[in-house]
């Protein structure tokens, strides 16, 4: 099998790119439903009234959490430098929507 023939692979830091090849961001965490994206600056993400849009879900918050100890808090403006229960870095904390 080439290379070319591969399934890309997604991991934490991974750079994610629009079509034509603008940078939106780099992969903050991974749930069942798919990856989270941590946005360049410049670059606009969707709120969860977006996410939401169209169906029939609970209210949801958008909250962080980390990948280490499973914390969870309100995310106020960004995402807290580090895990205020364990003190893992940053990189280790990504967006998760509380229902």
């Known amino acids: 099998m080439s290379h ?3 399934e890309p692979r997604i991991s934490f830091g991974t750079g994610i790119y629009t079509e034509d090849g603008t940078k939106i961001g780099h992969v903050r965490g991974f749930d069942e439903h798919g990856f989270y994206v ?3 600056d410049g670059i606009e993400g969707m709120s969860i009234g977006h996410h ?3 169906h029939e879900f609970g209210e ?4 962080w959490r980390c990948w280490e100890c499973g914390e969870m808090g309100k995310l106020d403006s960004d995402l807290p430098d580090e895990c ?3 003190g893992t870095e940053k990189e280790d904390i990504y967006y998760w929507t509380e229902d």
């Open 52 to 54: 939401r849009a169209g």
């Open 38 to 40: 941590t946005a360049e």
């Open 60 to 63: 949801g918050e958008l909250m």
């Open 4 to 6: 070319q023939d591969e």
């Open 84 to 86: 205020p229960n364990c």
